[in-house]
């Protein structure tokens, strides 16, 4: 027994030996090697951009050693080319060959001209025109330094979305560029740009050196960035004045990021304004006197006692000379403030709205919901609603024109609802005991915000230039406690850039990203399942077993 299994070692070992001596079995390895090592140069070549050296290198290898193949056994070679089943293999590997090179040729032109097609619903991917038109026609080179620490699983979601929006932006553009820094190892270069707390993003324009730093607001929102990069380029920056001295809602922020903000104010919003570039200031009419004249836009949030007459002359006058104003009532509001509107044919019945359909828990808490139709949506020239879902109000008073439809001097005033509520809502007369008295409450829908431009008095005797009007029945939908429920924020913001003239600014605030799921029951999802595993396999046997039968 020993001596067989001896006696076919020999054998192996004489043949492995005659094998290597023969040119034949070097050109066969020397393909064969050559053609592993082509592949593999190729792949590494085409798919990693950071080996493209080293994948052309290996590829060259590759076809030195197919090259030496042929060297090492010509006539062997040829036979095989040009024998009968040569050519069909000959055939086969030119078909082949020629289906990769296509595949590598389509490959190379997506690769080095990319498009791409956002098939979401809402364009969830896509930059709206204003910032492609605001990146084309960029003079300076703006570049955004991101301060992120990396790997933070509390700010993952943030550095996603400021990586995603940051690339986008320079793809679009080749005067914009982006670095990521980590602050926690660059200390020096956080400390240069003043950075202190993070994550943040500085916007700095290269020529002039001026800079915006972005704080971490509305997640770093296509329309921060955009904002950003008009400040860092030196667009100018519009002031808000927010009357105080009547109990209004404060739009102060805090010292410091340790003090604590009151559920009331406005801090929130107010930080939603900054990072649309307007400058937010406190104004007491009582110390003042009169409106200034760099104002663009006044805002009263929430008055609880009345204005004097000194303070409704200074408004009327600034109203009279095409000036802007948000106001923000609520239920049982100081009469002075509802007269003073009244002269734009304006009117408020100061009486809490219920609504039993579309409310958050209560019936004096409505909600205003694209999906019931609840937005105006039919003026193509004032799109504040147009973005938005929907919208809740902690306690709503309805608004109204003074004067009826017939009555109403349209050519001067025009007077758009923004928001209803449904109409099965009803004016509350007793908020403590929220049912419907047919006997005394007045039945809906209502009106709840508003927004109005007038060239002249509603009475008809006085004209002048245009003035803009957004009116709110309810002043707590963007206090900190409530501003970041769903669009309550944006409705305000919007509403901001429409009496501004800042229309971009309401196109690219944050679009939908709704959430889709499919909801099966378990018969459905165990179909789901088998057939996702059965089902391929036994097509495949099906579609064999008729081949087999019509060949037989």
């Known amino acids: 027994m020993s001596t067989q299994n001896s006696g076919n070692h020999e054998t192996i070992s004489s043949t492995i030996l005659e094998a290597c ?4 079995f070097w050109s066969a390895a020397s393909a064969s090697i050559g053609f592993l090592i082509l592949v593999i140069g190729g792949i590494t070549y085409l798919l990693a951009d950071s080996l493209k050296d080293s994948g052309e290198t290996v590829s060259l290898i590759g076809i030195a050693l197919l090259i030496l193949s042929v060297l090492l056994a010509p006539k062997t070679i040829a036979r095989g080319i040009f024998s009968r089943y040569g050519r069909y293999g000959s055939t086969t590997i030119i078909m082949t060959l020629a289906f990769l090179a296509i595949i590598v040729i389509v490959y190379l032109m997506l690769y080095r001209n990319p498009t791409r097609i956002d098939v979401t619903a809402t364009r969830v991917f896509t930059l709206a025109p204003q910032t492609l038109a605001l990146l084309d026609n960029l003079d300076e080179p703006i570049k955004a330094n991101a301060f992120f620490v990396p790997n933070n699983p509390t700010t993952e979601i943030d550095y996603q979305k400021a990586e995603g929006l940051l690339n986008e932006f320079d793809r679009y553009s080749s005067k914009f560029d982006y670095e990521f ?13 003043g950075v ?11 020529r ?16 921060s960035f955009h904002t950003a990069i008009l400040i860092a ?3 100018e920056q519009k002031v808000v004045y927010s009357l105080t001295g009547h109990g ?7 010292s410091d990021e340790n003090e604590e903000t009151s559920p009331n104010d406005l801090s929130n919003i107010v930080i939603g304004m900054l990072s649309d570039n307007y400058a937010v200031l406190s104004l007491s009419l009582q110390q003042a006197g009169q409106i200034p004249d760099d104002a663009a836009l006044v805002m009263i949030a929430g008055p609880k006692t009345d204005m004097d007459q000194t303070e409704f002359d200074a408004l009327t006058n600034y109203m009279q000379n095409g000036g802007s104003l948000v106001m923000l009532l609520d239920p049982g509001s100081p009469r002075s403030y509802i007269e003073f509107l009244n002269i734009w044919g304006i009117d408020s019945t100061n009486i809490t709205v219920a609504d039993p359909v579309s409310n958050r828990g209560s019936s004096i808490t ?15 020239d004032i799109q504040i609603a147009a973005p938005l879902d929907t919208t809740f109000f902690t306690g709503v008073t309805a608004l109204s024109p003074t004067l009826a439809k017939d009555l109403f001097p349209a050519e001067i005033i025009r007077f758009v609802p923004l928001a209803f509520t449904t109409p099965a809502s009803w004016l509350e007369t007793n908020p403590t005991n929220t049912e419907f008295d047919r006997g005394s409450d007045l039945q809906g829908a209502f009106p709840i915000a508003v927004v109005v431009e007038a060239s002249g008095t509603v009475d008809g005797q006085t004209t002048h230039p245009t003035a803009k009007f957004a009116v709110f029945g309810d002043s707590d939908f963007i206090t900190n406690e409530w501003s970041s429920f769903s669009d309550n924020a944006n409705l305000f913001l919007n509403s901001v850039n429409w009496l501004t003239d800042d229309y971009e600014l309401i196109s690219i605030r944050p679009r939908l990203f709704p959430m889709r799921e499919l909801i099966v029951n378990k018969l ?23 081949v087999w039968w019509r060949r037989r």
């Open 181 to 193: 820094i980590d602050p926690q190892l660059n200390k020096s270069t956080a400390e240069a740009y």
């Open 21 to 24: 001596k023969s040119l034949k």
């Open 208 to 223: 002039d050196g001026d800079e915006k730093i972005l704080q971490p607001i509305n997640r770093y929102s296509e329309q």
């Open 233 to 235: 380029t030196g667009k």
């Open 366 to 380: 409505p909600v205003v919901q694209k999906a019931n139709g609840q937005y105006n949506l039919d003026e193509a």
């Open 196 to 206: 202190r707390n993070f994550p943040v993003i500085v916007f700095e324009n290269l």
């Open 248 to 254: 209004e809602s404060s739009v102060n922020l805090p």
């Open 524 to 546: 459905e999802r165990d179909f789901i399942k088998w057939s996702g595993w059965l089902l391929p396999p036994a097509t495949m046997m099906v579609l064999a077993f008729l």
